[in-house]
């Protein structure tokens, strides 16, 4: 079964930055298929935040076009998200998963708080 792993998270100032990373078990689901990032703040519903496809192709919510960056390594079966200028709005849990349709068993997610 694929088992998605995310890391990076933690406490922030506004303005600063962070590095996420989500580590997918089994290659060739990782390799094949668009990979997404998603973000769910406190009592909000999970939204989309930035996808890659396997070719290397991204998309971004309107939200954080111009701050996020997103990237992958298929060696490393591993997705990026490099997340500046960072906002309190920001704040929330950030998942990775397929992408538009997240098929995957969400994995714990990676909490990000900025605050000052």
């Known amino acids: 079964q694929v088992q998605l792993v995310e890391s990076g998270g933690g406490l922030v100032q506004p303005g600063g930055s962070l590095r996420l990373s989500c580590v997918a078990s089994?290659?060739?689901?990782?390799?094949?298929?668009?990979m997404g990032w998603y973000r769910q703040a406190p009592g909000k519903q999970r939204e989309f935040v930035l996808s890659i496809a396997s070719a290397g192709g991204t998309t971004a919510a309107d939200s954080v076009k111009g701050r996020f960056t997103i990237s992958r390594d298929n060696a490393k079966n591993t997705v990026y998200l490099q997340m500046n200028r960072l906002k309190s709005e920001d704040t929330a849990v950030y998942y990775c998963?397929?992408?538009?349709?997240?098929?995957?068993?969400w994995g714990q997610g990676t909490q990000v708080t900025v605050s000052s």
């Open positions: 998963n397929t992408y538009p349709r997240a098929f995957a068993p």
């Open positions: 089994g290659s060739s689901f990782f390799s094949t298929n668009t």
